[in-house]
């Protein structure tokens, strides 16, 4: 059984930074993507930064020259190096892998406060 692990969430002042990190456990296979979304309560989740199975990104207009989402060799990991933070990026973080037939693998999400 696949399960996705999110870690790296905390409390941060405003204009620093923290990394996530999603670690798959269980095999996923024909990846089309993965990437991080988050939520704030009351809210729809939305999507932050996507990577492609062709490494190709694509960020949210909010999080452009702040965020930076990789991964692994091995894909099995992806990490979201967020830097320059803001009090409106606080949220929850959830990863997110979809495979080609559009099954969706989720996290279980990760706290992440920005205030001082």
């Known amino acids: 059984q696949v399960q996705l692990v999110e870690s790296g969430g905390g409390l941060v002042q405003p204009g620093g930074s923290l990394r996530l990190s999603c670690v798959t456990s269980?095999?996923?296979?024909?990846?089309?993507?993965m990437g991080w979304w988050r939520q704030t309560p009351g809210n729809q989740r939305d999507v932050v930064a996507v990577?492609?199975?062709?490494?190709?990104?694509h960020y949210a207009d909010s999080v452009k020259g702040r965020f930076t989402i990789s991964t692994d060799n091995a894909k099995n990991t992806v990490y979201l190096q967020m830097n320059s933070l803001k009090p409106e990026d606080t949220a929850v973080y959830y990863c997110?892998?979809?495979?080609?037939?559009?099954?969706?693998?989720w996290g279980q999400g990760t706290q992440v406060t920005v205030s001082s």
């Open positions: 997110r892998f979809r495979t080609t037939s559009y099954t969706d693998y």
């Open positions: 269980g095999n996923i296979f024909s990846i089309a993507n």
């Open positions: 990577l492609t199975a062709r490494n190709n990104t």
